[in-house]
């Protein structure tokens, strides 16, 4: 599956660390009923990640929260534990930027999203996109190139809508 406008969004088991320990969420269960962002990226602390990418969606959430967005999540192919402690040192949690890990990658590959750039380390993680959910189904999607954070920003998405 490519990412395109009137698509029902894959569902997958991600993960999020809640106050009593890890826990796995179908992400389509989740989603359900309600208007969000998805937004992917290779990983936690990598360099545009922590300094272009989720910085974006932290200076845009309350526009968002204005045009109706229930919530903003953030997918990377990591494991709970880590995107906690990104979340918060970010400032992403603060902001109510929802953390959840695909530690398997398995939504990734189902939305053929897969990057690899073995000469910085990065081996089976996320293109970067942003796509808007209503009940499920793509209303809006940006998605760079591979190794590019540009359309998949928060200001640019905010734009398209």
Partial sequence: ??????????DAQLSILAEDGPKLLGLSDYVAGRKVIVFGLPGAFTGPCSTAHVPSFIRTAEA????????????????????????????????????????EGKLTHALKMEFTA?????????????????????????????GVCDISKGEQLLETM
């Fill in 1 to 10: 599956m490519t990412i395109s406008v009137g698509d029902r969004f894959p």
């Fill in 64 to 103: 968002f929260k204005e045009k109706g967005i229930d919530e903003i999540i953030c997918i990377a192919v990591n494991d709970p534990f880590v995107l906690k402690a990104w979340g918060e040192a970010t400032g992403a949690t603060a902001a109510g930027i929802t953390m959840l890990g695909d530690a």
């Fill in 118 to 146: 073995p000469q910085i380390g990065l081996i089976g993680r996320s293109n970067r996109y942003a796509v808007v959910l209503d009940d499920g189904v793509v209303t809006h999607a940006n998605v760079d190139e591979p």
